[in-house]
Structure formats: structure tokens, C-alpha cells
């Protein structure tokens, strides 16, 4: 897939990005559901069948025909069984992320990464159906708009403090917000129902999708970390696993007794060739430095900061939530014309700019406020530093309170300072591990098959969780199973 971040980005996306600094218009409360029945006419969704280009430009499309054919050929079946039938949309996106998500504009999201850990059709099916069912079910409307809703998946919002949140909160609201979209245990509860309604409908075993459930309770645990998941916009809680187990047994039972596919070895063969994990292609941090292949790119991050990459943008954050740096392509015309939109876009007020250099590139830098969005807020400082490389334009963005920004805008500098042409050719040439499907030479467990295709030891647990198993699980000679690699 070719590489979306900055590309061809004007400074006008950055509205997008900061505009809720000086503006909290963009948040509309959406009205309180009031639950309908299932004979009820829908309204056609707001953007239904299209993806919100939001949230295309935060993680980008996957570029997989297999896979979009099977979302969209399931989530047409859905659809036409539901309880609210309406023009929805389905998409993969580019995202390594272990999420799914609905929007309350009638399209549902499925990352790469989660498509990953997937291990028959019954699992994605099942998940599928649960995410069409907070669509049917109106449990978006409870939520913010698709503005807000375009920051799913990022990690910075967990870890901005609440008076960062207020002073440079758009930011961390719309594009580095997670949490924006939870939903409450009756929610989830009416979703799983859905999920296990739908699935069977179209003809699959609703039983895996509570298996799929301890998947994902295992990646959070293997993890040991707060990077969001689908269980942190979809809250987890112990009983579910029996609960959606009884679901599906009864569900079943109602079906007469007709057979329900699972689709293991269908499912599996679908996602060979699937990115896994991080694209280092699209940018990777080692060392404390962010390192970009393909744009042959690098600069330094704060020491102890936190850091999350997407296609428009690789964004940083003060461990305590005190100040927030975002670099991001400008555009592709001069400096002048790059200041004054990034100035405009922020709203700036009484901005200061000189042109300089910076590690030998032309440079400008532009230091001002920013006005409050209410009267509540404090008013971010900002120190944007544009950087001319070639005939691209990229920007580093440092906000801060105004009380603190002397403290962070030494930090601010040293990543600009430090940005270089990459010429590391082990950097260069970093390539992402893919989804390979392989099946037992003979009567074995997951560990020895593991062994034989030269996965090593420390990945066995990692590789036993991607495949929905247990090292020791007996693998009959010829079953497929996943391990990943370059």
C-alpha cells in the first residue's frame, strides 16, 4: 500500500487537527436514544456506505480485495437481517491495532490488526455482528460525533492530564482520543445478543465469537500495557464468556437443528499475506528516534515521551500530560505560504516568525498563543517549527500552558533540531512482518510446529495467542495454523 502520512497534506488538514483549540463547536452532544422497535423505518445514515474520510486519513485504507469483498459480502447479509436495515458500510483499515468500531453514521470498522487475530469466520462474523448492532440498536447516539469518534485507536488520549485536556484538549479529543467511544455494560450486553442474533442468521456458529473474547482478554494480559484494544471501547467483564456461550446454545437451538459453519481453513487462507504489527514502512521509533522509511525521514523523540504514529501524523505527549508535540506534513509549496496557513489554522494570536535554519534546511518558526476555547480553558502556547526539506514542508506543532511551556519548549527544539535525511541503510530497508499460514508435517503440538518453521522461543506464547491456542494443543497432521514473519 503506498504511504499515506503527509503525503500530499495541506496545511488546511490541519483545521482538522487543532481546530477545537480555538473552537469546541465541532462536539455535538448527540440526542439521548430513545429505543425503537424493530419495525421502525430507519433514517438513512449520514454517511452510511462511505467511509468518514476522517477516519480514512487517520489510519488509512488496507489495501486487501479478499478481505474488503469478505466484509462487505458478510455485511451485506447482516445488514438485510437486521433489526434496522439501512445503507451501512463496512471497511478494513490500516490500523495493527487489535479494535472494531462503529460509527452512529451506519459504518462499522474493522482494523488489520484485528482481522489478524481472527481464526475462522465464525469469530469475525460473530464480532461483526456485534459491532452492526450497536449501529442498529442507536447505541452511537449516546456518543460524539464522527469528529471525535476519527481518534479511535490512538494511545495519547490515556495518558493527557485533565488540565491539558481543557487547555490543549481538542487536540487529545479528536485526534488522539480513545476513550470517546465506550459504551455501558447494557450495551454491551444488547450488542453481544445482536452479535449472536445476526451471526446465526447468516449461518454461523455464534459459540466462537465468546471464544474469540479470551483472545482478547490474553492480548491485554500478554501486553501489559495500556495501548487500547478492542476490550477498552468495549468493556470486558468475567461472565461474558458464558453468557455470550449460553447465547449461542440457545440460538442454535432455535435454528432446528440446522448446521452452522465455522469456516476455519477458509478464514485462515483469506489472511495469508496480512500485515502484522507495526509497518516499520510507515514509520517506526527505536532508540528514541522515529525513523521513516519510505519518506527517508528521521528526528529524535523527547526522552520519557509517549509517542503514537498514523498515517496524517506522529504525535508525542509529556508522560504526565503537561505538553503535546505533533509533527506533521505542511504542504508542498514555500515556507511564507506554509506559516501563514499552519498560523491561520491554529489560530494564533500575536504570532512572532523569523526564518532561520535548522540542521541546515530552510526553517521558519512561529511562536504565539492560542485562544481559549471557553472560559474555562487555559490557552495553549504554541511553537511551530517548519522545516523545508526538498519540495515538502513539514511542521513540528509544541503546545503547552503558557505557565509550563518554558519548561517543555527546550524539548520542543531538540526534536526539530533534530530531524536529518535517513541514509541507515538497516533503517531504509526495515520491512513489516506478515501473516504467513503453514500446516503441520505430522501429529504434533503448537510449540514443535512452532519450532520447525523457526519461530523463536520467546514469540511461542505471542504465536499460541494469534492462533486462538495453547503451546501444548495437539495439532493433527495437515491442520493450518498461523505464525508470523518476514
Known amino acids: ?251 442454535k437451538q432455535a435454528a432446528g437443528g440446522r448446521a452452522l459453519a465455522v469456516n476455519r481453513n477458509q478464514y485462515l487462507k483469506a489472511i495469508e499475506g496480512l500485515n502484522y504489527g507495526e509497518d516499520p514502512r510507515q514509520g517506526f521509533v527505536e532508540g528514541g528516534v522515529f525513523y521513516h522509511p519510505d519518506l527517508k525521514f528521521r528526528f529524535p523523540i523527547p526522552s520519557g515521551w509517549k509517542s503514537q504514529n498514523s498515517p496524517q501524523q506522529f504525535q508525542m505527549a509529556e508522560p504526565n500530560g503537561k505538553a503535546l508535540l505533533v509533527f506533521l506534513g505542511a504542504g508542498n509549496g514555500t515556507l511564507d505560504a506554509a506559516a501563514q496557513s499552519l498560523a491561520k489554522s491554529i489560530g494564533l494570536q500575536s504570532a512572532q516568525a523569523q526564518k532561520t535554519t535548522i540542521n541546515g534546511f530552510p526553517a521558519m518558526v512561529i511562536e504565539g498563543d492560542q485562544a481559549a476555547s471557553d472560559q474555562q480553558s487555559t490557552p495553549a502556547h504554541v511553537l511551530a517549527q517548519l522545516i523545508q526539506d526538498g519540495q515538502t514542508v513539514y511542521a513540528f506543532v509544541g503546545l503547552a500552558a503558557a505557565s509550563s511551556f518554558g519548561t517543555y519548549a527546550p524539548q520542543f527544539q531538540r526534536a526539530a533540531q533534530g530531524y536529518a535525511r535517513l541514509t541507515d541503510a538497516s533503517k531504509l530497508n526495515r520491512q513489516p512482518e506478515h501473516i504467513r499460514i503453514k500446516a503441520a508435517a505430522s501429529n504434533t503440538t503448537l510449540a514443535s510446529a512452532l519450532a520447525a518453521n523457526g519461530i523463536p522461543s520467546k514469540r511461542y506464547e505471542e504465536m499460541a495467542i494469534l492462533n486462538g491456542m495453547k503451546t501444548t494443543d495437539q495439532l493433527p497432521k495437515g491442520t493450518l495454523f498461523k505464525v508470523a514473519g518476514k
Open 1 to 251: 500500500m503506498p504511504n499515506p502520512i503527509f503525503r500530499g497534506l495541506r496545511t488546511g488538514a490541519l483545521l482538522t487537527l487543532l481546530l477545537p483549540l480555538a473552537s469546541s463547536s465541532s462536539l455535538t452532544d448527540w440526542a439521548a436514544r430513545t429505543p425503537a422497535a424493530p419495525s421502525t423505518p430507519a433514517a438513512r445514515p449520514l454517511q452510511g456506505a462511505k467511509p468518514d474520510p476522517a477516519v480514512i486519513a487517520q489510519f488509512g485504507l488496507y489495501n486487501s480485495a479478499t478481505l474488503q469483498n469478505l466484509i462487505d459480502a458478510k455485511g451485506k447479509q447482516m445488514t438485510a437481517i437486521s433489526d434496522r436495515p439501512g445503507d451501512y458500510g463496512f471497511t478494513v483499515v490500516d490500523s495493527p491495532v487489535i479494535n472494531a468500531f462503529a460509527t452512529p453514521d451506519g459504518h462499522v470498522y474493522f482494523t488489520r490488526g484485528i482481522m489478524a487475530y481472527f481464526n475462522d469466520e465464525a469469530q469475525f462474523a460473530g464480532v461483526l455482528g456485534h459491532e452492526l448492532g450497536h449501529i442498529t440498536a442507536q447505541h452511537g447516539k449516546k456518543q460524539q460525533t464522527r469528529s471525535t469518534i476519527a481518534g479511535i485507536g490512538m494511545i495519547l488520549g490515556s495518558v493527557l492530564a485533565p488540565r491539558v485536556m481543557q487547555s490543549v484538549g481538542g487536540v487529545a479529543q479528536q485526534v488522539v482520543g480513545l476513550g470517546m467511544l465506550k459504551y455501558g455494560r447494557d450495551d454491551e450486553n444488547e450488542s453481544d445478543a445482536l452479535g449472536v442474533k445476526y451471526s446465526t442468521k447468516i449461518g454461523y456458529d455464534a459459540s466462537h465469537m465468546a471464544d474469540f473474547f479470551q483472545t482478547l482478554s490474553r492480548t491485554e494480559a500478554q501486553s501489559g500495557s495500556s495501548i487500547p484494544t478492542f476490550l477498552s471501547t468495549h468493556p470486558n467483564s468475567a461472565d461474558r464468556y458464558t453468557r455470550v456461550k449460553g447465547l449461542a446454545a440457545q440460538a
